[in-house]
Nanobody
Framework: QVQLVESGGGLVQPGGSLTLSCAAS?????MGWYRQAPGNQRDLVAA???????NYADSVKGRFTISRDNAKNTVYLQMNSLKPEDTGVYYC???????????WGQGTQVTVSS
């Protein structure tokens, strides 16, 4: 059974920083983070493949950095210059390539507020 264990959410003031971590119980082709704000759909924030190719939402480019440690099956999201609109539940995602199967963590709340 696949397990994704997330950590690092919390309350931060605008302009602050947070780092999210997600440890997986196995290795995956792609790992990443999605964000869901109240009343909105779950949208991609950032993702990274096992060879280091990255993809970011336009709204976080230049502020967030995704990285992964393949030896630890762990993905990180360094979030800087946080804005109130970054508030939401952040879900860790892990995906296999063939077949394409998505796995999800339970989510961690990030709140950006003064």
């Amino acid at each position: 059974q696949v397990q994704l264990v997330e950590s690092g959410g919390g309350l931060v003031q605008p302009g602050g920083s947070l780092t999210l971590s997600c440890a997986a119980s196995g290795s995956f082709f792609s790992m990443g983070w999605y964000r869901q704000a109240p009343g909105n759909q779950r949208d991609l924030v950032a993702a990274i493949t096992s060879v280091g190719n990255t993809n970011y939402a336009d709204s976080v480019k230049g502020r967030f950095t995704i990285s992964r440690d393949n030896a630890k099956n762990t993905v990180y999201l360094q979030m800087n210059s946080l804005k109130p609109e970054d508030t939401g539940v952040y879900y860790c995602n892990a995906r296999t390539l063939r077949p394409r199967i998505n796995y999800w963590g339970q989510g961690t709340q990030v709140t950006v507020s003064s």
